[in-house]
């Protein structure tokens, strides 16, 4: 196989596992969580999916990509993910940044960027660092479209409509 062979089938794979990661949004969205998901694969197999729970855990940590990395070292039995691949629908923040280090993911793969939080190329370059013992190999904008619309769609139904709007 060739090069462009094997980037084509890596392109398929990663907006494959994207999708599920959009699932994972989607649904902490009708849970009325901001639709942030995550899925780790390990070996092409999905060994966690995640989606924000901040509200229903009463839990300022439980993003999408804490939820799926705690599910994932208690399925590998390991606190380090060596080889694994996080898809995550948004840039993660600096915790969730800081997370991935101390996992030892190997990939991210990530939706739509964070440019108020993003930890990973618009606001911090943390998986990247050279101060920091493990980085990551990142690719950002897999199905960055879709991840965006879902964020979108999900606070637009939540502001408050103007004065206008709502008589017009």
Known sequence: MDESSSLILQ?????????MALEEAAAAAVDGEVPIGAVIVLNSTVIAR?????????????????????????????YRLTGATM????EPCAMCAGSLIWARISRLVYGAPDTR????????????????????ELCAGVLEDESRELMQAFFRERRPRSRSDAEG
Do not use: Q
């Open 117 to 136: 939080a993003g930890a990973v190329h618009s606001v911090f370059e943390i998986c990247t660092s050279d101060t920091l013992n493990h980085r990551l």
């Open 50 to 78: 995640g989606r924000n729970r901040t509200i229903r855990d009463c839990d300022p940590t439980a993003h999408a990509e804490i939820v799926a990395i705690r599910k994932a070292a208690e399925v590998v039995g390991n």
């Open 11 to 19: 392109h398929d794979a990663d907006s494959a596992w994207m999708r």
């Open 87 to 90: 898809y995550a629908t948004v």
